[in-house]
C-alpha cells in the first residue's frame, strides 16, 4: 500500500512537472509570436531607430552647412560694399580738397589759367579726368554760370565737320550759338569752348591753339 501511495505521489509530481514545462514552453511560444522578447526583433528595431537618427543627423548637418556659406557669402558682399564705399568717400574727399565742384553724379574743375585745348585737356588727364562732356540741358547751364570762356570736351580735328566727344563718341545733343560752328573767316576751328554765356546754345568752335580757361569732369556716383 506504501508503495502503491508512493508510486501516486511521484505519478502526481511527474504530471505536475510536466505541466509546469508545458506552460513555460507555452509562455515563450506566445511571447515569440509578440515579438516582445525575440532577440532579432530588438536588433531590428536599433537599427530602425539609428537609420533615422542619421537621416535627421544629415538634413540638420546639410541645414547647417547652407547657412554657412549664406552667411560667408553674405559677409564677403558686404566687405566688398563697406571697402567701395570707403573708396568712394575718400575720393569725394581728395576731389573736394581739390576744389573741384560736384554736380549731377560728377565733379568739375575749372581753371585759373589759360591754355591750348591740348594742354587744357592734359591738364585734366593729369588730375585723373578729362574735358568735360556736356550731355543734358543741366549741365550746359552748369557751365554758364561761371561766365568765362572755357574749353570743353569736343573737337573735329580727326574728321572735319565730324564732331566728337573726348571719350569717342559722337555729338548727339548740341547747345551751337546762332551761326555755329563755322570755321570763322576761313580759320581752322575745330575746337569747341562755352563763350555766349547770355544765351542757352552758347557754344563757340574756335582754333585749338587759342589759350582759354578749361573745365574738366570727373565721374563720380555714390
Not at 538634413?59 to 557669402?73: F, K
Not at 573767316?185 to 557754344?203: F, I, L, Q
Amino acid at each position: 500500500m506504501a508503495i502503491y501511495e508512493n508510486a501516486s505521489e511521484i505519478t502526481v509530481k511527474m504530471m505536475n512537472l510536466s505541466d509546469a514545462s508545458a506552460r513555460t514552453a507555452a509562455s515563450k511560444s506566445h511571447s515569440d509570436e509578440d515579438g516582445t522578447t525575440v532577440p532579432g526583433g530588438k536588433l531590428l528595431r536599433h537599427v530602425a531607430v539609428s537609420f533615422c537618427l542619421l537621416c535627421v543627423l544629415q538634413v540638420a548637418l546639410n541645414i547647417s552647412l547652407r547657412l554657412a556659406l549664406c552667411i560667408e557669402e553674405n559677409y564677403k558682399t558686404l566687405t566688398e560694399e563697406r571697402d567701395e564705399l570707403k573708396r568712394k568717400l575718400s575720393n569725394f574727399a581728395h576731389y573736394s580738397n581739390q576744389g573741384w565742384v560736384y554736380f549731377s553724379s560728377s565733379f568739375y574743375y575749372i581753371s585759373s589759367i589759360k591754355e591750348t585745348w591740348q594742354d587744357s585737356r592734359d591738364d585734366c588727364v593729369r588730375r585723373g579726368a578729362d574735358l568735360m562732356i556736356i550731355n543734358s540741358e543741366e549741365e550746359q547751364e552748369f557751365t554758364r554760370k561761371y561766365r568765362q570762356i572755357m574749353w570743353i570736351g569736343l573737337t573735329d580735328r580727326e574728321t572735319e565737320e565730324v564732331w566728337k566727344w573726348v571719350d569717342g563718341t559722337l555729338l548727339t545733343t548740341s547747345f551751337w550759338h546762332s551761326g555755329e560752328p563755322n570755321n570763322y573767316e576761313g580759320t581752322n576751328e575745330d575746337c569747341v569752348a562755352v563763350n555766349y554765356h547770355d544765351y542757352k546754345n552758347s557754344w563757340n568752335d574756335l582754333e585749338c591753339v587759342i589759350k582759354n580757361f578749361w573745365i574738366c569732369e570727373k565721374k563720380m556716383t555714390l
